[in-house]
């Protein structure tokens, strides 16, 4: 019994998590910063063990929907502080930078 309620929580997670390394071309182009967002796409922030991405801001809710960890109600995060995330846009191409914690 266990080895089921252990293969039916695995099968119900998001195959496509975590994302792979560069997304496709056409979420990640950009002119400018403000052309990009910074979307978190773990059950915990990227502080504490999940996975953050910067993406074009028109494709945010589709980058959500296909590589977002499903998450379960007892998942625990760790609460490890850092500093915010925030978007850039560095050769046509949507990054990110963490900001110092003074």
Known sequence: MRHLL????????????????QLPAEL????QPSDCV????????????G?????????????VDTYAETCGASTACTLIGCGALYA???????GMEREAID
């Open 28 to 31: 990640v182009q950009c002119e």
């Open 51 to 63: 996975t953050a991405v910067s993406v074009r801001a028109d494709r945010r809710d589709e980058v």
């Open 6 to 21: 252990v293969l039916g929580l695995v099968a119900c997670g998001n195959p496509n998590y975590p994302p792979p390394a």
């Open 38 to 49: 910074v979307v978190e796409l773990g059950c915990c922030d990227a502080c504490n063990g």
């Open 88 to 94: 850039t846009c560095v050769d046509s191409t949507c």
